[in-house]
């Protein structure tokens, strides 16, 4: 089956602490995308990458890293310096492209111990 | 900066009715605009695609007008079933990088009954 996996569903961070989610596609698409969704809020984008070893920072980048080694993954890293980490995380991708779909993946959700 | 309102931000309604859900946003300089379905603590799903240039989309039972100039969409529901519930997102893309960025509103939370 195509789709989009993330892992794990549930992330529990302690102070102070780097925690890696998991992003991997398996439509061959190019451009891959990460956004925030808080309670009463819109999806908001963190990091996006339109291409392997290349991506740009969104609206809300602090306090957050990706990278983009491979084509089907796109891991993003909540830093320390996130300091109000606690939301669902979302990823999507899409094909290259002003008019392409964007598909999104299941989402983890992020709580602060 | 983009800003997305979606009216209104609930709605429940009896099984059969068909409804309209409301997207406005502030900047029409858009290529495309997506409705997306969300439920309950999942992923987006993606429901209809509208590029800038047409003025509808129709997938089944669900019809999505655009109308770039007023900064305006809309998203109809026919003949609505329990398993319509769901919040409703609409998300005008725009020019990043060479590539589609979208901009959220909060949604329109639908519950349909029995």
């Known amino acids: 089956d195509g789709g989009i996996t993330q892992s794990p569903k549930y992330l529990f961070r302690k102070e102070g602490q780097n925690v890696t989610l998991s992003c991997e596609q398996n439509?061959?698409?190019?451009?891959m995308y990460w956004y925030r969704q808080d309670p009463g809020q819109g999806l908001r984008l963190i990091y996006y990458?339109?291409?392997?070893?290349?991506?740009q920072k969104g609206d809300i980048a602090e306090g957050y890293s990706v990278s983009r080694e491979k084509k089907e993954s796109f891991p993003l890293t909540v830093t320390s310096a996130q300091k109000n980490p606690t939301a669902f995380y979302l990823c999507a991708s899409s094909m290259s492209g002003l008019v392409a779909t964007q598909y999104f993946g299941p989402g983890t959700r992020l709580l602060v111990l | 900066k983009q800003e997305v309102t979606q009216i209104p931000a609930a709605l429940s309604v009896p099984e059969g009715e068909n409804l309209v859900l409301n997207c406005s946003f502030t900047?029409?300089?858009?290529?495309?605009l997506q409705w997306f379905r969300q439920d309950p603590g999942k992923g987006l799903t993606s429901l209809l695609l509208i590029q800038s240039s047409q003025r509808e989309q129709t997938s089944g039972r669900l019809n999505a007008s655009l109308d770039k100039s007023s900064g305006r969409s809309t998203l109809y529901i026919a003949a609505s079933q329990p398993g319509d519930s769901a919040t409703y997102l609409c998300?005008?893309?725009?020019?990043?990088?060479?590539?589609?960025?979208?901009?959220f509103g909060t949604g329109t939370q639908l519950k349909v009954e029995l």
């Open positions: 900047d029409s300089a858009i290529y495309n």
């Open positions: 998300a005008p893309g725009a020019l990043m990088g060479g590539g589609n960025k979208l901009t």
């Open positions: 439509l061959n698409h190019d451009a």
């Open positions: 990458s339109q291409i392997v070893n290349d991506f």
